[in-house]
């Protein structure tokens, strides 16, 4: 069964920090880019993160010098790695896994940070 599966989220204060996971089953893993975005309620998806099949990495300016993207291919794992979590953090985190014209996406994870 094809399907990638987002875990990690939860409710944190400002300056903590979160570990996101995306797990694939079903594909080759190596082949794809993975691509983390997010959504805040009224706004639209952004995309933050992504890693090529070669460990390549790039990051939205929001995010870069706090975030770290990773993946492991022999476990079909990519992670999202959040530290100093700020108020505008609160989203829903999805990824997502490109490979030529095929785009699969998880169900999302919810990140929460309140103080």
């Known amino acids: 069964q094809v399907q990638l599966v987002e875990s990690g989220g939860g409710l944190v204060q400002p300056g903590e920090s979160l570990r996101l996971s995306c797990a694939a089953s079903?594909?080759?893993?190596?082949?794809?880019?993975i691509n983390w975005y997010r959504q805040a309620p009224g706004k639209q998806r952004e995309l933050i993160a992504v890693?090529?099949?070669?460990?390549?990495?790039d990051y939205a300016r929001p995010v870069k010098g706090r975030f770290t993207i990773s993946r492991d291919n022999a476990k079909n794992t990519a992670v999202l790695q959040m530290n100093s979590l700020r108020l505008e953090d609160t989203a829903i985190y999805y990824c997502?896994?490109?490979?030529?014209?095929?785009?699969?996406w998880g169900q999302g994870t919810q990140v929460t940070v309140s103080s």
């Open positions: 079903g594909i080759i893993f190596n082949n794809y880019t």
């Open positions: 997502e896994a490109t490979y030529l014209n095929t785009h699969l």
């Open positions: 890693v090529t099949g070669g460990g390549v990495t």
